[in-house]
């Protein structure tokens, strides 16, 4: 069984896929063709921002968010501890510095009390300055975004929401309204990896904004900095105006996306949750097991399935986390770790200021989690089997 079966999404909207991708190899506009803008449209609409830049996957998307805001060296961006490492290295190559955050137990998110301790001890020490915080939608369920957004308020810090794991996820906030993930921070950032919510067949990144201007950013940042702002000007197309990167979404990149997003908007946000509410439902009698929580008023699009696992098979001293994983995998049950190392005993920050940080409930979660085969196209009886083998390996495990 496979962790995320892209194989049987592919059988499903096989006749879409293949006229788009057949439609731009005769068109042979691989780079910049009038799918990408059409893909834009709809991803804009769809989260409900003014403005999406696509560009080559969600850690450039990330990097040009930050680029385009002026985030550079002597800042200090907050990051959560439990993430994807993109999360932390994209403030880091711009020259910034991540700052790591503890995250909830229950939600894996990030804790606003954590994020306002961390950001007076930085503002105590007086050597970086407050500039960024990094929001991430873990496993697809948005961040907490009332309490950060107001924490963002009472600091002047900017809020970029790393929706890579959480497109397609929403909140309902106390007066009714829908906020879309991706429209969650002053600017967004999104990942079309094969494995996330929406995946192309390669790379691809989307940013959001509503802010014209940093949108002109963006767009001229992901083109070698070519000068934007002056479409009269003949020489101006000439004009490299910044330094930028060189990072766009493939025409066939954004035709497989255009294929899939209104399956996505119409059935798998809903086939996904659902085998979520089936391995809650089954998995919650378990001693000790800890499944993922989903707050009130927040909807997740389920990028994983992860739950922590009793205490004793805390990985360690003990490897029992493993054994278990050994053992489904003889079932020919796949399973991931997200994620083994907290973010600030990554190598990369070693000796560096990122590395020191107050995160206990990261650490414990390092120790305990378990990612669980979830997609859209996974059946009931999988799901059942999935948990009774689990079980299994449970109670082999423990009579080591
Ligand atoms: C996957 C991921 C990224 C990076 O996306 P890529 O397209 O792989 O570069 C960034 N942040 C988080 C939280 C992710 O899960």
């Known amino acids: ?83 994807f490492f993109s999360s932390g290295e994209c403030p880091a190559a711009v020259g910034a510095t991540p700052i790591f955050v503890d995250v909830c137990s229950d939600t894996y998110n990030m804790d606003p009390k954590s994020l306002t301790a961390t950001i007076e001890k930085i503002i105590n020490e007086n050597e970086l300055k407050p500039k960024a915080i990094v929001a991430v939608d873990l496993f697809g369920q948005p961040f907490e975004y009332q309490a950060i957004r107001l924490i963002c308020n009472r600091y002047g810090l900017l809020l970029l929401e790393d929706a890579a794991q959480g497109f397609g996820g929403h909140i309902v906030l106390p007066d009714g309204t829908v906020k879309m993930a991706c429209s969650l921070g002053d600017i967004a950032t999104t990942s079309f990896f094969p494995a996330k919510p929406l995946g192309c067949y390669g790379d691809g990144g989307a940013i959001f904004t509503n802010d014209d201007y940093i949108a002109s950013l963006c767009r001229s940042i992901a083109v070698h900095g070519k000068d934007m702002e002056h479409p009269d000007d003949p020489n101006a197309k000439y004009n490299n105006a910044r330094i930028g990167m060189n990072s766009r979404l493939d025409t066939l990149q954004a035709g497989v996306l255009l294929a899939k997003l209104p399956l996505f908007k119409d059935e798998e946000l809903e086939a996904v949750s659902h085998v979520a509410d089936l391995y809650t439902s089954f998995l919650s009698g378990i001693d000790e097991l800890i499944v993922p929580v989903v707050k009130e008023n927040m909807y997740s699009s389920w990028a994983q399935y992860t739950i922590q696992l009793p205490l004793s098979f805390s990985d360690g001293e003990t490897m029992n986390r493993r054994a278990v994983q050994t053992r489904l995998k003889e079932k020919n049950i796949m399973t991931n770790v997200y994620y083994i190392k907290p973010m600030h005993k990554q190598g990369a920050f070693k000796d560096t200021r990122s590395a020191v940080a107050d995160c206990q409930v990261t650490e414990e979660l390092c120790g305990r989690v378990l990612c669980l085969p979830i997609h859209p196209y996974l059946e009931d009886k999988e799901v059942k089997f999935v948990v009774s083998e689990l079980k299994i390996a449970l109670k082999r495990t423990k009579t080591f």
């Open 1 to 83: 069984m496979e962790f995320r079966d892209l194989k049987r999404q592919y059988q499903h909207i096989k006749p879409m896929i293949d006229a788009n991708i057949a439609e731009i190899l005769s068109s042979a506009h691989f780079i910049s063709g009038e799918q990408v803008k059409t893909l834009e449209t709809a991803l804009a609409s769809y989260v409900g921002v003014k403005h999406c830049i696509t560009c080559a996957n969600g850690t450039d998307a990330i990097s040009i968010a930050l680029m385009a805001h002026g985030v550079g060296a002597g800042d200090a961006v907050f990051v959560p501890d439990f993430t």
